[in-house]
């Protein structure tokens, strides 16, 4: 049998298709798209390096970059436009506010100032801020090795606050550059003392407590932990477009989970 084909009836289907598939493909890219830069405190660095993953799982044309360098960095770097988003583990100074009253800051998280030492050689469990106080403003020594940040450290300038108060660090203290440095110089010195953020505590340190309250995430999310401080997002406005939809999934369910899973506190 012979099969006629109208040739124009063929062509206009086949053009119809490839119009269907062509709007079907569009329906299906969904989902935000471009970069976003984060740079600042290495206190907020893994909790936004674990949302950074998080979302670009979720939106696989977004490509989020995380960097170190400082809670001071992390400010100025956003108000010079060097980062989309400046993390900082403190609160804007009034310096800041004053020099780029453009910029917004937003709690993230909660995180607790943990005072750790060796565990394998120090049976010490606790102290009062008022020890802790003279040990730093006494420095180095026979007894102790202190462990200070850096400069431009939010960590440090939390301590230097909450702990320290009008007292100075003795200038014979070690200063080191980030909570990871720190970690390992306690965990590998027999008499060591210093501060790291409590995401950052695990076994090879021993927190102690303070003033008979431990350093432990009940603790520091209701406040009785002396040394507590809010994890803050920087932007220059307020936050929108891409910027603004990575904040909102940080803040929302999803992304306040991975704030307890890496041992910080959630907001919510």
Known sequence: MYLKINRKKVSVFMTGC???AVLALGGCSQGASGTIAIGGSST???LAEKWGKAF???NPDVKITVQGGGSSAGVKGCAEGIFDIGAASREMKSSEADQWPELVAIHVAVDGVAIVINPASNSVTGMTLEEVRDIFASGSNATWTVINREEGSGTREVFEEKVMSDTKVAPNAEFLPSNGAVKQKVAATA???GYISLGYVDSSVKALSIGGVACN???CAEGSYPVTRYLNF???GAPDGLSKEF???CL???????VGEEDYISIA
């Open 18 to 20: 490839v119009l269907l």
């Open 44 to 46: 907020v660095q893994p």
């Open 56 to 58: 670009e799982a979720k």
């Open 191 to 193: 008499n060591a003392i």
């Open 217 to 219: 995430e009940v603790n």
């Open 234 to 236: 920087i932007t220059k």
């Open 247 to 249: 904040i909102d999934f």
């Open 252 to 258: 929302g369910s999803e992304g306040q989970k991975i």
